[in-house]
């Protein structure tokens, strides 16, 4: 990019309104985000939400539904959905273990073990990682500055817990 391109394009910024150029900003990130979606299915042929639980239930072999609900933050007849659907696909493997015959433990085939070598980072998707990086003081100004964006849209807050990939 030239320079008289980036002074142009920071011209063009202090001349818009500022909730034209936080639109722009929220752009950006859900841009970032749906491109680091459409690369994990591309180059790992599933879903965002799909290979961060396929990482979950790699690190933590024998996990429940119910604490890999808890460990993605999603609801648990969510992440039920992408058990259901990873161990069609035999990416996962699903057995009723121990005393309570009721609980499910989950493990990684060596197909989603597969799945998880060809695909990008962060298993988590770019956004969670981008925000476990950032300080307390910043994340708490987010939450605030969000909390109150999300009042003036009268957002269904239930849809916090549906991950972004079944989303964008």
């Given at each position: 990019?030239?320079?008289?391109?980036?002074?142009?394009n920071a011209g063009e910024a202090a001349d818009t309104q500022p909730a034209t150029r936080v639109l722009r900003q929220f752009r950006v990130v859900f841009n970032s985000v749906k491109t680091h979606f459409r690369q994990v299915e591309r180059e790992a042929g599933v879903g965002g939400a799909q290979l961060w639980a396929l990482s979950?239930?790699?690190?933590?072999?024998?996990?429940?539904?119910?604490?890999?609900s808890r460990e993605l933050d999603i609801h648990q007849s969510t992440a039920s959905n992408l058990i259901k659907t990873?161990?069609?696909?035999g990416l996962v493997t699903a057995a009723r273990?121990?005393?309570?015959?009721?609980?499910?433990?989950?493990?990684i085939s060596a197909n989603g073990?597969?799945?998880?070598?060809?695909?990008?980072m962060p298993f988590a998707g770019v956004l969670p990682d981008a925000l476990s990086t950032l300080d307390p003081a910043t994340?708490?100004?987010?939450?605030?500055?969000?909390?109150?964006?999300?009042?003036?849209?009268?957002?269904?807050e239930a849809s916090a817990k549906i991950p972004l990939s079944q989303q964008l």
């Open positions: 990019m030239s320079s008289s391109t980036n002074s142009s979950v239930i790699e690190r933590r072999p024998a996990i429940g539904v119910t604490e890999l990873l161990t069609e696909r273990e121990g005393m309570d015959r009721r609980s499910v433990s989950l493990r073990e597969s799945v998880l070598k060809s695909a990008p994340l708490e100004r987010l939450e605030q500055d969000l909390g109150k964006l999300i009042a003036l849209l009268e957002a269904d």
